[in-house]
């Protein structure tokens, strides 16, 4: 969402806007209006000879010179002082810094939470303290009209304050390879008592510690949880898993391996990807908190989606078994039974075309069925897009290891 | 009807014949039509490659290619239109072909240093072509080559950063030729104040080239350096600095905007006269405001930087000098309009591009006062509003006096005549299409969408389909355009020495011009430029 009324910022940055953008409409239909009308009288139809020779006049041009003038230092001026607005950050601002990456945002709070959205909270001036730990990245939130450069080895800052609760686009501006468009995250404004109930420390037990920690660093801006692949390898179910490694040679995928490839990720880059993964150090990531995402990683600790979510009972619900069978029969539509591990031949525009059955599959199926249809079956399934993001990723998982 | 007979004039005479009498020519119009063949073939590379940009971001996601292969897209784009397009495009071509005839002299004053600027801009092209098909894939940095992102990109940068240093060497060798042929070379009677205002501006250009651009070579150089042997200039963990490499490269980038649009604006002051019968209105203030374009211009390349995290002071500062660069450019603006007062205007297809020119180069112009304005441009940097904006001064303005250059000037140099019908079908679907591109690209920029998106919010499609609908729109004009054109020059009727009935010296030779110009007897100049008085134009 990129509006939001009466911000403080937004308006000092609006008001230039409508000033300068009122004037320029003003001059562009003066200049317009008055070229086609001297082409239209002028034309050489009605005038094959010129009925004047006047090639100047220091009075018309002594005037629009100086008129000119006289309104862009307006517009300066008027620029200027607005600018001054953006950067005086208020008194009592919550501090919060904001450390930029390729591709994703983390922000840590005075008591040391992380997060990798910005959730403040409504009526208080947030000022974010912006480090980058590779490239230039650009924190721009366009509907509060802010944007500032990270800059490595330079520490850089912006104001805001939310006025209405709600979600905040954050976007980067300035051009960092190829994940650039991806990193994207919001500002979640939250009333003062959310706010508050959002820093008490999280019941254990909610989230696991180590997806906790990956979704504060910002590890699932490149690192998918659901096995669909991107600009760096998924982690999805990782444990015991073969892979080739750029520099040749294979590895299989262990807790002393995960290990190394966060403190030191360059060294054994799995083949086909760049080594473009910043380190994470002690100070980033403690002992404590490695050992944490690797057992989650390596599916030690009970995944979240898991308990809360019953896969099995959302098929019943929605009716899914209806059509597909968990017994390998099949009639109007594909069994569960084996879907991990199946290949399909599918048809996708009039074409068919052989795939084996993974996660970004299955989403698909669900999201919009009738896409990439299995052979065979006819094209009557709904579409599931009703269920929530967690919903879908807790069918996908379960129906991966049927 | 026409028949087809081949070109009289510089293109039989040779003491060379064949191939080695264009590429060991140094006849400042035979270079100049090997500018011209270039440039042209490059600009319509580069529209492709624009159009692919366009097609992909005609719905969210991935629609015809990959994120990387955007990337390199939209570098190659730029690299190729910049420095191989809009740079060279008016002063190398177009310069090379009309100044020395328009100051009445027969070649520049160094012929030889001419052919070695046009053989350093064809080493130049080729070396960033072979950087998109060799090393470790086409350069994704985008044309600005910011660091730290370009020296640690595995892609080919190297090579097209030396590739941009040798068309910088191209150009400054250009420039110091044109500087020295205006000062020199001007015929008898051809005083300061007779000269065209297409030959002030390129004289502006010039100083602006020979000045400037030595500062994009070293910092090219500095990237080089970075890349290869970690040289710690521009990285601040070793007591470098990012945000210098940005000052270095606008400081040469941004006077290379006035470079691009100050040979445009030239080419307009020459159509606007002629096409109303009319003396240029203001001609000493057309005159000084280009060479205050160039001198102001020189001085507010920090204006690309408010959100660098610069300092407040210079965002002070440079906000203050890009305003006052604005002034001039009014003035030139307010001057051509009033050269239409009382005239007797005949809408030629030169004519309309100019018009043109000035509708579109106006609502840059407006669109750049709000980037100048230090708060409007914490919203607009870096967003779609900026792609717009420079389009509309670049190719709505230079791109539209350069096809306003062709349509005036080609009938001189190669004595056909293009049919006007379909040259006028062309205007109008280039001048629609265009609007409706980057009209919509403003529009959706100023919503928030940040440049150089591959993949971008739903909120944003609507206006995004109507560009790439605009783009298309566009590309047949620019199809009409060049075909209307390539048929004229193959096979047009021929005109006689001045087919529009214009005052400058160009206009009183042959078309196509004999090798030596002026045959045997030097020209005498005896009046101004835009004196119209007596002259007649020929029947085509």
Known sequence: MNALANNPTAQAVDNVLIYIFGFSLILLLGITVVTVWLVIKYHRSKHPEPTSEVSHSILLETIWTLLPTLIVLTMFWYGWTNYTGLREVPEGALEVKATARMWSWTFEYPDGQRASKLYVPVGKPIKVQLISTDVLHSFFAPAFRIKRDTVPGMETYIWFEATEPGSYDIFCAEYCGVGHADMTTSIEALNEADFAAWQQPKATGGEARGLAVMNELGCVGCHSLDGSEGIAPSLFQLAGQKRNLASGGEITINAEYLKRAIRDPNAEVVAGYDPMMPAYDENTMNDADLQAVVDYLLGKVQKPVAPKIDARALLENNGCIGCHSNDGSESIAPTFKGLGSRQVTIIRDNEEKTIKVDAAYLRQALLNPNKELVKGFPAIMPSADYLSDEEIDALVQYLLQQ | ?540
């Open chain 2, 1 to 540: 009807m026409s028949q087809t007979s081949t070109y009289t004039g510089f293109w039989k005479e040779s003491p060379r014949s064949g191939i080695l009498g264009w590429l060991l020519s140094t006849d400042h119009k035979r270079i100049g039509i090997m500018y011209l063949g270039c440039i042209v073939t490059m600009f319509l590379v580069a529209v492709c490659l624009g159009l692919a940009i366009r097609l992909e971001l005609i719905a969210p996601g991935p629609t015809i290619m990959g994120p990387q292969t955007y990337n390199a897209t939209f570098t190659v784009h730029g690299i190729i239109m910049i420095f191989l397009f809009i740079i060279p495009s008016i002063p190398a071509a177009f310069g090379n072909l009309i100044m020395p005839i328009q100051i009445g002299a027969r070649d520049v004053s160094f012929p030889k240093l001419n052919l070695l600027s046009w053989y350093f801009y064809v080493i130049g092209a080729i070396l960033a072509l072979l950087a998109i098909f060799s090393g470790g894939g086409a350069p994704d940095t985008g044309w600005t080559f910011y660091v730290p992102f370009s020296t640690q990109t595995t892609t080919n940068v190297n090579l097209a950063a030396f590739a941009a240093f040798m068309l910088g060497f191209s150009s400054i060798l250009t420039g110091i030729n044109f500087v020295t042929t205006i000062h020199r070379l001007r015929a008898e009677g051809m005083g300061w104040g007779r000269l065209p205002l297409f030959v002030w501006t390129l004289y502006a250009t010039a100083w602006i080239q020979v000045l400037a651009t030595p500062m994009l070579g070293i910092t090219l150089v500095l990237v080089i350096l970075e890349r290869t042997f970690g040289a710690g200039l521009f990285d601040a963990a070793r007591g470098g600095d990012p945000i210098l490499f940005q000052h270095l490269f606008w400081i040469y980038s941004h006077p290379a905007v006035y470079i691009m649009i100050l040979p445009g604006m030239g080419v307009i002051s020459e159509v606007i006269p002629t096409f109303a019968r009319k003396p240029l209105f203001g001609y000493w203030a057309m005159a000084l405001s280009s060479l205050a374009i160039a001198f102001a211009g020189s001085l507010v390349w920090a204006h690309h930087m408010y959100a660098s995290g610069m300092s407040d002071f210079a965002v002070l500062v440079f906000s203050f000098l890009t305003f006052i660069v604005a002034i001039p450019s009014a003035i030139k603006i307010f001057n051509w309009i009033s050269t239409l007062y009382k005239g007797s205007i005949q809408l030629a297809p030169p004519m309309l591009h100019s018009l043109a020119f000035i509708f579109n180069f106006a609502i840059g112009g407006l669109g750049g006062l709000a980037l100048g304005a230090a708060a409007a441009d914490i919203h607009l940097h870096d967003t779609t509003f900026v792609v717009g904006h420079f389009h509309y001064t670049m190719f709505g303005g230079t791109g539209f006096a350069f096809f306003a250059a062709l349509h005036y000037w080609l009938p001189k140099f190669t004595g056909r005549m293009y049919q006007h019908k379909p040259a006028l079908v062309a205007w109008a679907l280039l001048f629609v299409g265009f609007n409706i591109t980057y009209m919509s690209m403003q529009a959706v920029g100023i919503q928030g969408m940040p440049r150089r998106y591959y993949d971008y919010l739903p909120e944003f499609t609507t206006l995004n389909q109507v560009a790439t609908f605009g783009s298309w729109i566009l590309a047949v004009g620019l199809v009409m355009m060049f075909v209307n054109l390539f048929l004229g020059c193959r096979a047009g009727d021929p005109v006689g020495k001045n087919p529009w009935g214009a005052a400058t010296l160009e206009w009183d030779i042959p078309s196509p011009p004999p090798m030596d110009n002026f045959g045997p007897k030097d020209p005498v100049v005896s009046k101004g430029p835009y004196d119209y008085k007596g002259v007649v134009a020929d029947e085509y």
